[in-house]
């Protein structure tokens, strides 16, 4: 069973990264977008007809945190951080990139906000650094 986010947790993360109250950003902040892009990663499943991977959910959830810019500021640091709780509340461990000094995961981020990433090029980036957890039976 998949395990998919909501506004609560979105708010507590976005909170984290912005460094702002989640009541603030509650206000200033369009969470008809956000709960938009939560829902689309579970209905991504439904509308493809199987039941895609938990690197696929998350790169919907991803592109459309990205896109939909729910935030005035740090959409991208916020889908960053929603993805890999995702991963991790399906079970998934999350390896960084080696060598991400050189800000290649930041470059990635934008290119999904550009619409330069497509969700299977994003779904592929994010296989490669999940693993399954040793305690995960599903």
């Given at each position: 069973?998949?395990?998919y986010l909501d506004l609560h ?19 200033s902040g369009d969470l008809t ?96 650094r999940i693993g399954r957890s ?5």
């Amino acid at each position: 069973m998949t395990h998919y986010l909501d506004l609560h947790t979105y708010l507590r993360i976005a909170a984290e990264v912005v460094g702002v109250e989640a009541g603030v950003l509650a206000v200033s902040g369009d969470l008809t977008v956000a709960d938009a892009a939560l829902n689309a990663c579970a209905a991504h499943h439904k509308v493809v007809g199987g039941h895609p991977g938990i690197p696929e959910q998350a790169a919907v959830l991803t592109r459309r945190l990205c896109t939909g810019k729910p935030l005035p500021s740090h959409n991208q640091a916020v889908a960053y951080q929603m993805m890999r709780e995702f991963a991790s509340r399906n079970g998934c461990t999350w390896s960084d990139p080696p060598g991400d000094h050189e800000g290649h995961t930041a470059e990635l981020f934008r290119g999904v906000r550009d619409g330069t990433v497509s969700d299977e090029q994003l779904a592929v980036w994010i296989s490669e650094r999940i693993g399954r957890s040793h305690d995960d039976r599903g």
